[in-house]
C-alpha cells in the first residue's frame, strides 16, 4: 500500500492555447505528470490558469480535455485532495468541477499549515504594487453583473470570442518572461509586505510564468510555480521542505 506523503503545486497549464495540437501535447504532458504523483499524492493544488479559458453557463461548459478530467477523476476516487484556484484566464469557474471530480475551488487566497510550516497561497494576479487597469477589470469580471451578462450570449459566440483573446495574450506568444529583481517582482514586493504582519514559511504563486525559489528572510521563501509551455515546472512539499522541480517524460 502506498505512503500518501506528499503535497504537490503547479499552475498555469493554459490549457487550450495556443492551438488544439499543441494544448493536447501539453494536456498528455500534465496527464502524464499526474499519473506519476498519483501513488504519493496527498493533496494537489493547482494555482490557477489551469485552462486559457473557462466560463460554465448553465448546462455547458468549454469542451475538450477529456483526459486532463479523467486523470483528475482518478486522482480524486484514489484519495487524493485537489484544490483548484481561479487565475484570470479561468475565473469563471463555479460547482461544475466540485460536483463531477469533488475539486475544491479557491477564489483568492489560501492559508495552510503543513508540517509545521505555514503557506500563503495565491495565484498571484492582482497582487503588489502597479497594474491598476487589470485590478479594475478583474472586479468587473468578477462582478455578478458582469457574469449575468456573459452568460446570456450563447456559448458558440462567448466562447469564440474568448478564445480569439486568448489568442493575444503573452503566453500564447510563446513569450518566456525574464527575471526583474528582487526591487521589481511586484510578487516578492508583496509577499515581504505580508510578513511585516504576519509569518509564513512559503509564498506560493502561479501567474507569473517564471520558476523562481527567492528567500526573503531566514526563514521565508517565495516560490513561483512558472508554467507548462516551455518549463514544466512544480513544487513538491515533503519531509524535506518545499522544492521546486521540473517533469519530463519518461516516454
Known sequence: MSIRNK?????????GVADYKLSRQREANVVAWLDSIKEDASELYLVGDVFDFWFEYRHAV?????????????LADLGVRIIMFKGNHDMWMFGYLS???????????????????????????????????YKVLKK???????QWLFARIHPNLGIGIALAWSRRSRIAGLKKERFLGDEKEWLVVYSKEILKREHFDYFIYGHRHLPLDIKL????????????????????????GLSLRYFKRND
Request: proline share 2%; glycine share 12%; hydrophobic share 40%.
Open 7 to 15: 503535497i504537490y503545486f503547479a499552475s498555469d497549464f493554459h490549457l
Open 62 to 74: 468549454p469542451k475538450g480535455f477529456t483526459r486532463f478530467f479523467g486523470k483528475l477523476a482518478e
Open 99 to 133: 460536483k463531477e471530480m469533488g475539486v475544491e475551488i479557491v477564489s483568492d487566497e489560501l492559508i495552510i499549515e503543513r508540517g509545521g510550516k505555514r503557506f500563503y497561497i495565491h495565484h498571484g494576479d492582482g497582487l503588489g504594487p502597479g497594474d491598476l487597469k
Open 140 to 146: 468587473i469580471f468578477r462582478s455578478k453583473v458582469c
Open 217 to 240: 528572510n531566514e526563514s521565508s521563501r517565495y516560490v513561483n510555480l512558472g508554467e507548462w509551455i516551455s518549463y514544466f515546472s512544480y513544487a513538491v512539499f515533503d519531509a524535506e
